[in-house]
C-alpha cells in the first residue's frame, strides 16, 4: 500500500487558478468556543481542535471525501500486516524555520507515549512495540498485532501532530505558544475575544492557503454569532440550532451542511426480554419513522444514517439499501406477532437531556404506540446514566455514539463480542469473524467487501437501532468560496478557501 500526493498536489493548484480561485483576504470566522491550550498533544478540547489543525500537521491527513491521504509523510508502505512504513517530506519547515525530520516523529511519538505526559492519544499506541528511523525521512512503526488499518486513521488527528523537538526541548510552554508545520500560524491570541493567524509563506503545499489571514472570533451566543454574521462583522459562522437558518435568506448568504460522523441511537439490552428475540428488534426497526425524527426534532437537519454514515462513500450502504430501514407498522406488527407478542410490550428507555434526546424519545413513544409497544422514557442526570449504562442497568437507552470514518474503529469496539463499549449483551460468531477478517485485510477492495457483507448482518440482527446523524451548519457571505464542511467537523479546508472580493 502506497500513496503519494504529488499529482493531487499539482492538480489542486491547477484548478484553484483555473476556475478563479484568489489569493489574498482576510477571513473572520465567528465560532462558539476558544481553545483550552495550544499543545497538540494533550488537547481535548474542541475548540483546541478546530484552532490547532490548521497550525499543527500529522503524518496523514483527510480530504473533502474523508478519505486517509498523506500529511506531512509523502507516501506510506504497509509491507506486512504488523509494520508501517513512513517516508517522510524532505522540503518541510516548521513555523521556525527548523527542518522537518525523522527525529521529531520519534520525539513526538515517544512524548506521546510517556506516562508521565498523560497524553489522550496514548491509548492508541498500545500495541505499537517499536518505532525507529533507518533514515532521516524514513520512520518504521512496528505492531504487536495486525491492527494497521485501525491505527492509521489516529496519524491524521491532532492528538497526533508532529511537534518541533528542538521548542519542545527549549523549555517553552507549548500550551500557550506554538511551532508547527501547518498551513497557517499563530498571530495573535484574545482570550475571550479571537485568535488570529497568518498565513505560512513556506507551507510545503504550493498556492496554499488562499487567505492572507484567518481570525476566529469567539461568540458564544447563537443569537451574537448570527446577528455578527448579519452584519457583516464576520464572513462566516458555525450554527448550532437549525432554526436559526431562517434568519438567513438564500439571497443573501450561503448555507453548508453536512452529517456528522456521531450518530443517534436507540440501545438495546440483546439479553433482556422481550429484545433476546431478534424478531422483536426487527420490528422496532420497522415500527420507527426515521425520517419523520429528522423532521420533527432536528427540523430537517440531520441524515438518516446506516451502520456506517452515510457520507463515507467509500465505505457505507446507504439506508435505502435496507428494507428495515423503512416504515412499516403493519409489517412491525405481523413481526410481533410471530414473536409471541401481538398486543405488543412496555418497556423503558434511559436517556439524559442533551441533544434533544428527550425529544427523540417522545417522538419514538408515539410512533411505536400505534404497534402497540408502550415505551416509557426515563431522563436521568447524566452522571446517573453513564453509571447505568457502563453496567448495562437497562432495557434500552437513547445516546449520541462517536462515529469514524474508519469501519474497525466504528464496529470492532461495539460489535465484537468482548468488545470494550459492547453494552449490548450482543453475541454473534459471524460478527466477530467478519471483523477480525476486516482488522487484518490489506486490500482495500476486500475490506469494503468484508464491511458491506457486516452492515447487512448488522440491520439484519438489529443490536441496536441506528436513527440519524445531525448536520454541521455553517452560514457565509456570497463572497466566500471554496469552503467544504467535513463530517468529523474538520475545518481543515479552510486551507483552500478564498474571498471573491
Known amino acids: 500500500m502506497k500513496k503519494s500526493l504529488l499529482f493531487l498536489l499539482v492538480l489542486t493548484v491547477f484548478f484553484s487558478f483555473c476556475f478563479g480561485a484568489r489569493a489574498g483576504g482576510d477571513l473572520k470566522f ?27 500537521e500529522g503524518l496523514l491527513s483527510f480530504n473533502e471525501n474523508m478519505d ?39 520525539y513526538t511519538f515517544k512524548r506521546i507515549q510517556d506516562p508521565a505526559f498523560a497524553s489522550p492519544a496514548a491509548s492508541y499506541y498500545t500495541e505499537v512495540s517499536s518505532i525507529t528511523a533507518p533514515d532521516p525521512y524514513t520512520v518504521v512503526f512496528t505492531l504487536k498485532v495486525p491492527m494497521v488499518n485501525s491505527l492509521l486513521l489516529n496519524f491524521a488527528g491532532v492528538n497526533s501532530a508532529i511537534v518541533c523537538k528542538k521548542t519542545v526541548e527549549s523549555g517553552v510552554n507549548m500550551q500557550l505558544q506554538t511551532n508547527g508545520t501547518g498551513p497557517f500560524k499563530l498571530k495573535e491570541y484574545a482570550a475571550g475575544n479571537y485568535i488570529a493567524l ?8 504550493p498556492g496554499l492557503p488562499l487567505l492572507d489571514s484567518l481570525t476566529f472570533v469567539v461568540i458564544p451566543e447563537e443569537i451574537s454569532r448570527s446577528s455578527a454574521l448579519r452584519n457583516a462583522d464576520v464572513q462566516m459562522a458555525q450554527i448550532m440550532e437549525p432554526l436559526s437558518l431562517n434568519t438567513f435568506p438564500a439571497q443573501r448568504f450561503v448555507t453548508y451542511r453536512v452529517s456528522t460522523l456521531p450518530y443517534l441511537l436507540l440501545g438495546i439490552n440483546n439479553a433482556a426480554k422481550p429484545f433476546d428475540n431478534v424478531l422483536v428488534r426487527r420490528a422496532l426497526s420497522y415500527a420507527i419513522n426515521r425520517e419523520e425524527l429528522v423532521e ?39 413481526l410481533l406477532k410471530e414473536a409471541g407478542y401481538p398486543n405488543g410490550f412496555s418497556f423503558e428507555a434511559v436517556t439524559y437531556a442533551q441533544y434533544s434526546l428527550d425529544k427523540i424519545g417522545e417522538a419514538i413513544q408515539a410512533q411505536l404506540a400505534l404497534v402497540g409497544i408502550q415505551m ?52 454473534n460468531a459471524k460478527v466477530d469473524e467478519l471483523l477480525e477478517k476486516g482488522r487484518q485485510a490489506l486490500d482495500l477492495e476486500e475490506r469494503v467487501e468484508i464491511y458491506r457483507a457486516l452492515q447487512r448482518l448488522l440491520v439484519e440482527e438489529n443490536p441496536f437501532l441506528f436513527l440519524y446523524s445531525p448536520n454541521n451548519l ?14 468529523n467537523q474538520s475545518l481543515i479546508m479552510l486551507k483552500k478557501t478564498w474571498l471573491d472580493k
Request: net charge negative; no cysteine; charged share 25%.
Open 30 to 56: 465567528a465560532v462558539q468556543v476558544e481553545p483550552a491550550g495550544f499543545d497538540p498533544n494533550l488537547a481535548t478540547a474542541f475548540g483546541s481542535h478546530r484552532l490547532l489543525e490548521h497550525v499543527y
Open 68 to 106: 486517509i491521504v498523506p500529511g506531512l509523510a509523502e507516501s506510506f508502505e504497509v509491507p506486512e500486516p504488523t509494520k508501517i512504513v513512513f517516508h517522510l517530506r524532505k522540503n518541510v519547515l516548521f513555523h521556525d524555520g527548523t527542518p522537518f525530520t525523522a527525529e521529531d516523529v520519534l
Open 198 to 205: 497568518q498565513k505560512n509563506e513556506r507551507y510545503y503545499v
Open 296 to 334: 420533527m426534532v432536528a427540523f430537517g437537519e440531520g441524515t438518516v444514517t446506516g451502520p456506517l454514515n452515510p457520507s463515507l462513500k467509500t465505505w457505507a450502504l446507504l439506508p435505502e439499501a435496507f428494507d428495515e430501514y423503512s416504515y412499516n407498522p403493519e409489517k412491525a406488527k405481523a
Open 376 to 427: 416509557k422514557v426515563d431522563v436521568a442526570e447524566f452522571g446517573i446514566f453513564v453509571k447505568r449504562w457502563r453496567e448495562i442497568d437497562f432495557q434500552t437507552f437513547l445516546s449520541l455514539n462517536g462515529g469514524s470514518t474508519e469501519p474497525d474503529i466504528q464496529f470492532y469496539r461495539t460489535f465484537k463480542s468482548d468488545g470494550a463499549t459492547n453494552k449490548f449483551n450482543f453475541k
Open 474 to 487: 455553517y452560514v457565509s457571505l456570497p463572497e466566500v468560496k471554496g469552503f467544504v464542511p467535513m463530517s
